[in-house]
């Protein structure tokens, strides 16, 4: 007869064991008076089967079933005593664990909000009707996320966790593949991603083909030292970025040649001003950019974006051969071919080494000391070239976790919030 009743407040998993239920729409809340039917039960000190009742006492416990208003479950709980020793004790309690005054149902409910890295602990707090430092306590008994264990291919990059943090950067592991995070290491330093490789078994380590990273000399080192089989690569991206900084650079340089002022040598201030307007030009996938006519405001005039490169590269020889050498760069990076790359890099790292401009050298150089990571970064699983693209994503997700991070000021507990939200299949404990 309470079949909708109990439906309702998702307790039909207990449906056979209620003997009464009564629902009351109090100002502030909703009451849910519950009396569960008398059942066969044992002394749990002398474990004798005569039994008498002994009084009644009401358990109150937050059931959230609506986000609207509070549910307070009051559990009319029977106690016992044994005919035989005097032992006083309860009925057995199905809605929470033994001193706990939250429903199971409200737990799992809380936990599952908090699966969305972009709900916070004050948010489900507000939710659910309870503080936040009681969410807080519940995500801290409930999630305790190991280590994944390694796959072929681990991305490794870092993320800047400020305030939630005694190290300013930590460092996350993700598997390329499954684009799950294998782990949150409080730091990057060197020394101590050594000492938590080390600890890794052998046999795990020996799986691992593949680190994909930055140039970052402390990834590289530490890896080189703990995993002797494991190939590196270099993100491309990250090369590719680098590359863009320098030409970012040699431009600025260049405009600012032209700027209309006294005591520069030269001004011209059409340089000056298309340089500067059309600064992508020089950065961006020329094929990417728009192909119809584009105004040049201060001038009126509409140019196709042939004719504006044509334009910016007439300016100045050294940021025209800087462009040609990027762009060959480019054009490489996303043709070439793990097996055969390595002519057109050697050629590519001489002419960048022997270039005009000191930037171009610097970054020969760069090429040169990450020469084989650099070809590593063409192998391909599952005809997908490695990347630290997954990470990308991921530590998004991960900014937005500290961004809204109330409540969040512990290492551990962030890198649960981390692993839990993201990997979607952390086991809740229950404790
Ligand atoms: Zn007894």
Redesign the pocket.
């Known amino acids: 007869m309470y079949d909708d009743t109990i439906h309702i407040l998702q307790l039909s998993h207990l449906k056979d064991k209620i003997e009464h239920i009564e629902v009351r729409a109090e100002k502030q809340s909703l009451e849910v008076m519950i009396l569960l039917k008398r059942s066969i039960v044992m002394?749990?000190?002398?474990?004798?089967k005569?039994?008498r009742f002994h009084s009644y006492s009401y358990r109150k416990i937050i059931h959230s079933i609506s986000t609207g208003q509070p549910c307070i479950l009051k559990f009319h709980q029977r106690k016992y005593q044994?005919?035989?020793?005097?032992?006083v004790f309860n009925e057995d309690n199905p809605f929470t664990t033994k001193h706990a005054n939250i429903s199971h149902y409200t737990r799992l409910s809380i936990l599952n909000y908090l699966k969305d890295f972009n709900h916070t602990f004050t948010d489900t707090a507000a939710l659910f009707h309870l503080s936040i430092q009681r969410v807080i306590d519940i995500f801290d008994q409930a999630v305790d996320a190991r280590r994944r264990s390694l796959p072929e291919v681990i991305c490794i990059d870092e993320v800047y966790t400020n305030k939630m943090n005694k190290y300013k950067y930590a460092c996350v592991l993700l598997d390329f593949k499954a684009s799950k995070v294998i782990d949150v290491i409080s730091t990057r330093h060197k020394n101590y991603l050594i000492q938590y490789f080390s600890r890794i078994p052998k046999a795990e380590k020996d799986e691992v083909k593949v680190f994909v990273m930055d140039m970052w000399d402390s990834y590289r080192e530490a890896v080189q030292l703990t995993f002797p089989k494991a190939m590196i690569a270099i993100d491309s991206f990250h090369i590719i970025r680098t590359l863009n900084d320098v030409i970012r650079n040699i431009r600025i340089r260049t405009q600012n040649k032209y700027r209309l002022h006294k005591s520069s040598p030269e001004h011209d201030d059409m340089y000056y001003y298309m340089l500067k307007k059309f600064h992508y030009f020089l950065v961006k996938n020329y094929e990417n950019i728009y192909d119809g006519k584009i105004r040049i405001a201060k001038y009126n005039m509409y140019w196709h974006k042939s004719e504006i490169l044509d334009y910016l590269l007439s300016i100045d020889d050294d940021l025209k051969s800087a462009y040609r050498l990027k762009e060959r760069y480019r054009e490489f990076n996303l043709t070439a071919e793990y097996d055969t790359c390595d002519d057109e890099l050697n050629a590519l790292i001489y002419a960048f080494r022997n270039h005009s401009l000191v930037e171009l050298r610097v970054f020969g150089k760069t090429l040169e000391k990450w020469k084989i990571e650099i070809q590593n970064s063409f192998l391909a699983f599952n005809k997908r070239r490695v990347s630290n693209g997954p990470i990308e994503s991921t530590n998004s997700k991960i900014k937005t976790i500290i961004k809204t991070a109330n409540g969040i000021r512990k290492f551990t507990r962030f890198r649960n919030r981390v692993m839990f939200a993201i990997n979607k299949d952390i086991p809740i404990q229950n404790k």
């Not at 044994?82 to 032992?87: E, I, L, Q």
């Open positions: 002394c749990p000190k002398c474990e004798s005569f039994i044994c005919k035989v020793c005097s032992r």
